[in-house]
C-alpha cells in the first residue's frame, strides 16, 4: 500500500507541474555579457525565482560607481557612498540603496543593522511578476506535494525495521518527519548550483545520504535512493519551473550563457576582451561571484599582477593577481555575510549562543 501512496503522490505532483508550472529548458547560448538591468545580486531571482541577494547587490552597485567597498584591519566592511542613486536603476534597487544608508555618508556592512537589511531583502523577489505568467501556480504547493512521497516513503521503512504496532505508529510518525525534512533540503540544495553560498547545497547532499543510509538499516535501499531521485528532479522542476514569461525565459537563458561563458572563456577572446576593456576582471567578477564561480573565473587569468579594485580598497600591500584579488573579495563577502548567517543559525536553534 505503501508504494501505491508514493506512486499517487508523484502522479499528483507531476499533474500539478504539468498544468500549472509546465517549463521547456532554455537553451544556453554562451554570451559576454549581463542580460541589462540585471544586477549581480538580482542572478537568484532570475535563475531560481530566490530571495535578492544583498552582498551582491552591494558589490555590483560598487562596480557601477554608486559607492566604495572598504575592508580594514580589524575585519570590519565599510560601505562609503560616492552617488545617489536615481531612476537609472529598479524602483527595487533604489529603495534598498535609499534603505541601506538612509541619509548617511558611510554604513558598516558587518553590523546587525546590515545583516538584518539582508535578511529583509531575501525575502524579496524582485521582478517576480513580470518573469512569470498570471496563470503559473504555487511553486510552495508542489513542493509539498513532492514532500508527501517521504512521509508514505518514512512508513514503509518504520514497518520495516519493526514489527511491534506502538513501535511501528512511533517510528512512522519520527521517520516521516525525518523523511520531510529530508526532501525539503534536497529539492533546496538544487536552487544553490547555479549560485554562491553552498551550505544548503551540502545540507542537500547531507539529507540524500542519511535518508538513503536509513533505507539501508532498513533493508529498503531501493526505496530510499529512488524517492531521493525523486526529490533531486522536483527539486530542478520546482528551481527552474514556473510558466515564465518570456522576459523571464530570456533572463534566464541570458544568465545561463553567461554562466557558461564565465565558466570556461576561451583564451583568444579574453585577451581581446581585455584589450577592449582594461578592468574587464574586476566588471565581471560580482556576476562571476553571485554564479558561485568566483574562483573559476580568477584562474582564466593569468598569474601577472593586474592593477587595483577600483571599488574595493585594503590595506594589503603589494602587485596582486586576479586570484588573489578574487580572494580578497571573497573574503570581504564572507565578512559581510557573517553576522546575517549567524543569525539565520540561532533562528533554527533550540539554544541560542551568545
Not at 529583509?120 to 498570471?134: E, F, N, Q, V, W
Not at 512521509?151 to 523523511?179: D, E, P, W
Request: proline fraction near 3%.
Amino acid at each position: 500500500a505503501d508504494d501505491k501512496a508514493i506512486a499517487a503522490c508523484a502522479v499528483l505532483a507531476l499533474v500539478y507541474w504539468i498544468l500549472f508550472l509546465r517549463c521547456l529548458p532554455v537553451r544556453r547560448i554562451r554570451r559576454a555579457s549581463p542580460p541589462d538591468a540585471v544586477g549581480a545580486g538580482e542572478i537568484g531571482s532570475v535563475t531560481v525565482m530566490a530571495g535578492a541577494d544583498l552582498t551582491m547587490m552591494v558589490v555590483s552597485w560598487a562596480q557601477m560607481g554608486y559607492m566604495l567597498i572598504q575592508l580594514d584591519n580589524n575585519g570590519r566592511v565599510l560601505l562609503h557612498k560616492r552617488m545617489e542613486m536615481g531612476n537609472e536603476r529598479s524602483l527595487f534597487e533604489v529603495r534598498i540603496f535609499r534603505t541601506l544608508f538612509n541619509n548617511r555618508s558611510y554604513v558598516e556592512a558587518t553590523s546587525s543593522f546590515y545583516a538584518k537589511l539582508s535578511r529583509r531583502t531575501a525575502a524579496m523577489i524582485p521582478g517576480d511578476k513580470s518573469m512569470l505568467l498570471p496563470a503559473s501556480g504555487n511553486m510552495t504547493v508542489f513542493r509539498f506535494i513532492c514532500c508527501s512521497i517521504h512521509i508514505f516513503g518514512g512508513i514503509c521503512l518504520a514497518m520495516n525495521i519493526t514489527s511491534l504496532g506502538v513501535l511501528q505508529v512511533l517510528l512512522s510518525i519520527a521517520l516521516a518527519g525525518v523523511g520531510i525534512l529530508a526532501a525539503w533540503l534536497i529539492q533546496a540544495a538544487v536552487y544553490r548550483v547555479h549560485l554562491r553560498e553552498h551550505t544548503a547545497l551540502v545540507a542537500g547532499i547531507i539529507a540524500f545520504v542519511v535518508w538513503n543510509a536509513i533505507g539501508f538499516l532498513a533493508g529498503q535501499i531501493l526505496i530510499t535512493l529512488v524517492t531521493g531521485l525523486v526529490q533531486i528532479l522536483a527539486g530542478i522542476a520546482a528551481a527552474y519551473g514556473g510558466r515564465r514569461s518570456e522576459v523571464g525565459r530570456q533572463n534566464l537563458k541570458d544568465i545561463l550563457g553567461l554562466r557558461k561563458f564565465l565558466k570556461d572563456m576561451p583564451k583568444e577572446e579574453l585577451q581581446q576582451l581585455r584589450r577592449s576593456d582594461p578592468d574587464f576582471f574586476y566588471n565581471m567578477a560580482p556576476y562571476a561571484m553571485a554564479l558561485g564561480l568566483g574562483k573559476k573565473f580568477a584562474e582564466q587569468f593569468n598569474d601577472r599582477p593586474i592593477g587595483p579594485c577600483p571599488y574595493l580598497t585594503t590595506n594589503i600591500q603589494g602587485r596582486l593577481n586576479a586570484q588573489d584579488w578574487m580572494l580578497i573579495m571573497q573574503e570581504t563577502a564572507g565578512a559581510m555575510d557573517s553576522l546575517r548567517k549567524r543569525m539565520d543559525m540561532e533562528r533554527w536553534s533550540i539554544i541560542q549562543v551568545r
